[in-house]
């Protein structure tokens, strides 16, 4: 077991190591012009296998609904994504990515790969492969609390 000042020290770097990631992701996303938001909701779009509904996503994201209202406003705006109609509930809007948005979804995993790559940049072959597989150790294990 570990002892509690190294659970804090683990937990403050795996803190210090998130903000300094999102820092590189947003310093990378910059020149595709779209913020973090906007990208989680363009690539969470991208993993339905139809277009989802509003309230998909505002579950998926574990957001209000206003919430992916206004990042959906913004991506339409840059023709990213699209309001469709349910083809079968007249009610329902549907969202779906457009060419341009596709376009944008491959430069993000281009800016994510080189923002994740800055921050590897130090860690050998080894220490990667080590660095995944206790990362998906942590990632497997069952929610206790969160």
């Known amino acids: 077991m570990t002892a509690p000042d190294s659970s804090g020290q683990?937990?403050?770097q795996l803190l210090r190591l998130t903000r300094r990631l999102h820092r590189a992701?947003?310093?990378y996303l910059d020149p595709v012009g779209i913020t973090p938001a906007q990208a989680r909701l363009l690539r969470t779009v991208a993993h339905y296998e139809e277009p989802p509904r509003m309230a998909d996503l505002a579950q998926r994201l574990e957001v209000v609904p206003r919430a992916v209202t206004t990042l959906v406003d913004a991506l339409e705006e840059n023709d990213s994504v699209r309001r469709v109609p349910d083809p079968?509930?007249?009610r329902v809007i549907r969202i779906e990515l457009t060419?341009?948005?596709?376009s944008t979804l491959r430069a993000l995993r281009a800016a994510r790969r080189a923002a994740v790559e800055?921050?590897?940049?130090?860690l050998s072959t080894d220490q990667r492969e080590l660095l995944g597989s206790l990362l998906t150790?942590?990632?497997?294990?069952p929610d206790q609390r969160c």
């Open 137 to 141: 150790e942590l990632l497997n294990s």
């Open 10 to 12: 683990l937990a403050e």
């Open 25 to 27: 992701q947003k310093l």
């Open 99 to 102: 060419d341009h948005g596709r």
């Open 118 to 122: 800055d921050i590897l940049a130090p």
């Open 88 to 90: 079968t509930n007249r």
